[in-house]
């Protein structure tokens, strides 16, 4: 959906804009010599309601040209600088609530064209704890959020619902690296409950980066359906060059890189930053409403991702 209202936007800026050229350039001018000549063929000066009417463009003009500047702006900025996005599921709580409504930074991984996607404009890459929205490997018309745990060349393991990262061993180094396991701090009276099932939270100290998950402690662990990858056990990845490896903060809740692999770096859309608006929407089968309509706005919820 998101891929078609790009084409779409993309499609009425250029439409409206070439309306707009041709009015500032031609069409403005051509007006002007109908009430040059409409006023050489009359005795007396024209009205100011006549020379109205004659510089008066055609609907669509004069909608093109109003409706061009304020299409072009929000393309722009919704191309190349912050999109809005809507929070669809629980599988980054408790960072993220279903409900939420985030920006998400465009210019920080790079500037890409709204509609084929290519890179025109290098800016950086995604740093390790990052919330990331990109386009699904599996499908590239769904946009998914989650948190980079992996880079290009680490190995990443999750074994026993705790997280071990080996990082790249770089020229420089005295010694590669070894595995370091990231620390999950218990939360007292952090539970959460989802769907009836109580959720433990902790807080995950990431190498560059601290923020919280949740656990569901009656889930056994779903190696089983992980994704395979040659030369690994079915708890490990290797993350290839130019890709990343993703995992949702609700670890058991989460269809995340374990089951589907790697991101690539073509498919990151961009950095998930604040929540701009957050609504409620707890109703139950008996209430009269439908169930999109909010029960409550969450103003405390607004503020930067962390």
């Known amino acids: ?3 078609y209202f790009s084409i779409f936007l993309v499609f009425i800026t250029i439409a409206t804009g070439i309306v707009w050229l041709a009015d500032k350039f031609y069409l403005a001018g051509q007006r002007q010599l109908k009430v040059d000549d409409a006023q050489n063929q009359c005795a007396e000066p024209l009205t100011k309601e006549t020379v109205a009417t004659l510089l008066e463009p055609s609907a669509m003009v004069d909608t093109s040209v109003q409706v061009f500047p304020v299409i072009a702006f929000v393309l722009i900025l919704r191309s190349f600088l912050y999109e809005p996005f809507q929070i669809p599921s629980g599988s980054m709580m408790p960072t993220l609530l279903d409900g939420d409504f985030i920006l998400v930074n465009k210019f920080n991984y790079g500037l890409r064209d709204p509609v084929v996607r290519n890179k025109f404009f290098d800016v950086g890459l995604p740093e390790r704890g990052d919330v990331v929205v990109f386009k699904y490997p599996n499908d590239p018309q769904i946009d998914y959020i989650k948190r980079v745990i992996g880079l290009p060349g680490e190995r990443i393991i999750y074994r026993n619902k ?10 420089t180094d005295d010694k590669c690296p070894d595995f370091v396991q990231v620390i999950q701090n218990f939360q007292k009276n952090g539970e959460y409950v989802n769907h009836q099932r109580p959720l433990t939270r902790y807080t995950s100290e ?3 980066k601290t923020h919280d998950i949740l656990i569901d402690n009656q889930i056994p662990p779903r190696t089983g359906n992980y994704f395979t990858q040659a030369g690994t056990q079915r708890d490990e990845f290797i993350v290839p060059k130019g890709q990343y490896f993703v995992m949702g903060d ?3 809740n989460s269809l995340d890189g374990r089951y589907w692999g790697f991101v690539p770096e073509e498919n990151l859309v961009g950095e998930a930053v604040a929540i701009w608006m957050s609504f409620d929407f707890d109703r139950v089968e008996s209430d009269w409403l439908p169930h999109w309509v909010p029960t409550g706005v969450r103003l405390s919820r607004i503020g930067a991702i962390h």
């Open 250 to 252: 609700n670890r058991d």
């Open 206 to 208: 990431m190498p560059n």
């Open 1 to 3: 959906m998101a891929v």
């Open 162 to 171: 705790s997280l071990y990262i080996k990082a790249v061993c770089l020229p």
